[in-house]
T-cell receptor
Framework: DAKTTQPNSMESNEEEPVHLPCNHS???????IHWYRQLPSQGPEYVIH???SNVNNRMASLAIAEDRKSSTLILHRATLRDAAVYYC??????????FGTGTRLTIIP | GAVVSQHPSWVICKSGTSVKIECRSL??????MFWYRQFPKQSLMLMAT?????????EQGVEKDKFLINHASLTLSTLTVTSAHPEDSSFYIC?????????FGPGTRLLVL
């Protein structure tokens, strides 16, 4: 399985944009880039996913590098409710998800 | 997004008893569901893949006779922890796949005394 690398933790101020990086230098052409987040004592929540092009939805934006070896999850305006562990996961569509350690995002009021 | 529910949300049981956890996809049909386990301060670990109408596929190191999985319909999968022991205390989370995305339940916290 292609592996991802994320910083262990990040901090951001409330109401400011947050850029969460993910490196996946061994990504294959058929790997989708998925982002999930997990709030304390809850199951993971789907955030966004993409293949090659940048993606936007109501929760976030996903910026994918041209060579696809890295991507960035963008939260446009962080709130306290965005404090969570964010996971960047590669999967070939119908495969199981393998979770790494993710990035623990702390929002500073 | 799609909704997945789990029941119960938490359970406390005595050592040696069996506990059943239900996972339902509420607004879509899921031919494939997954069961994960998460210990404190650790990431999610996949236990097994549940396919409707067939036997589950277990990850290496997960005892299939201890963690019984039944996926009898396109909207329901159950995980039964048989003869539970304190070391089985954990946060159990299911997910259901809808197209290329997985949607997760809220989790079930199991405490075995």
């Amino acid at each position: 399985d292609a592996k991802t690398t994320q910083p262990n933790s990040m901090e951001s101020n409330e109401e400011e944009p947050v850029h969460l990086p993910c490196n996946h230098s061994t990504i294959s052409g058929t790997d989708y880039i998925h982002w999930y987040r997990q709030l304390p004592s809850q199951g993971p929540e789907y955030v966004i996913h993409g293949l090659t092009s940048n993606v936007n939805n109501r929760m976030a934006s996903l910026a994918i590098a041209e060579d696809r070896k890295s991507s960035t999850l963008i939260l446009h305006r962080a709130t306290l409710r965005d404090a969570a562990v964010y996971y960047c996961i590669l999967t070939k569509g119908n495969e199981k998800l393998t979770f790494g350690t993710g990035t623990r995002l702390t929002i500073i009021p | 997004g799609a909704v997945v529910s789990q029941h119960p949300s938490w359970v406390i049981c005595k050592s040696g008893t069996s506990v059943k956890i239900e996972c339902r996809s509420l607004d879509f049909q899921a031919t494939t569901m997954f069961w994960y386990r998460q210990f404190p301060k650790q990431s999610l670990m996949l236990m097994a893949t549940s396919n409707e109408g067939s036997k589950a596929t277990y990850e290496q190191g997960v005892e299939k006779d201890k963690f019984l999985i039944n996926h009898a319909s396109l909207t329901l999968s159950t995980l039964t922890v048989t003869s539970a022991h304190p070391e089985d205390s954990s946060f159990y989370i299911c997910s259901a796949r809808n197209r290329e995305t997985q949607y997760f339940g809220p989790g079930t916290r199991l405490l075995v005394l």
